[in-house]
DNA sequence: TCGCGATATATAGGAAGCTTACATATAAGA
DNA sequence: TCTTATATGTAAGCTTCCTATATATCGCGA
């Protein structure tokens, strides 16, 4: 697992991400992450839920409560087109700070 | 310039990185990590200082008062053989890092 | 010579992001 | 029945880095 002080600055690339292949509930959203990544990146949920009040009310995100056939409720949350737009830069200035860390501190991109 | 969110955790490894080619006092260390990443890397000097006395403190630099020869006080910072063991886990960290958010995210290694 | 910018070190207070701990509730399995 | 997994949410705290502030010397141009 990576440390707290290295990953500050990645959930909502993250988060964003794991959304844009289709809509996912809070929970789900954690572990989608923590999947993808085989368990180097893993967020809490109380990091999670403060985090996706703040996109949504930012209008990153589109929040809807969903009912399942189990009755239970849960929290659908679904990419709006301004969040999309977010992705792309957001993924570019990850890109340059990998770069400047490769020129600074010799970090291998393998 | 890359965004403080993004690059919390950066500092220490930047810092052993540039002491690695030899001794350098607190303002030149500054100066070598915004020079080494084109300006992309950049940290106040009041971030640097009380770095460098943790670091100092954990025993991965030594500190020398060195009076250059126009009688300028300054605080040479050399890597002790402790800090020179830090740079290859961390380095190793922070290619984990670029491995998930690449996998998770699919920031670009370019 | 007088101010100004660059060099150089240092501290105080504050913002942001993630963590642990706490609180609540249902469903599935041992 | 007890534990684990699912599911959402709040409160308090730590770490890291920033802005603002303070001090002091050097070299340069006006």
Redesign the interface.
């Known amino acids: 697992m990576?440390?707290t002080?290295?990953?500050?600055?990645?959930a909502e690339?993250?988060i964003?991400?794991?959304l844009e292949e289709g809509p996912l509930h809070g929970y789900e959203i954690g572990r989608r992450?923590e999947e993808?990544?085989?368990g180097?990146?893993r967020y809490t949920l109380a990091a999670l839920y403060p985090l996706l009040y703040r996109m949504e009310h930012r209008g990153w995100l589109r929040a809807d409560w969903v009912t399942g056939d189990n009755g239970k409720r849960r929290r659908c949350y679904r990419l709006t087109s301004r969040g999309k737009k977010m992705l792309k830069p957001m993924?570019a200035?990850?890109?340059?700070?990998?770069?400047?860390?490769r020129?600074?501190?010799?970090?291998?991109?393998?």
Do not use: P, Y
């Open positions: 990576i440390r002080e290295l990953k500050r600055g990645t690339l993250a964003l991400s794991v992450i993808h990544s085989a180097a990146l993924r200035e990850w890109a340059d700070l990998f770069r400047a860390l020129q600074v501190a010799k970090v291998s991109h393998a």
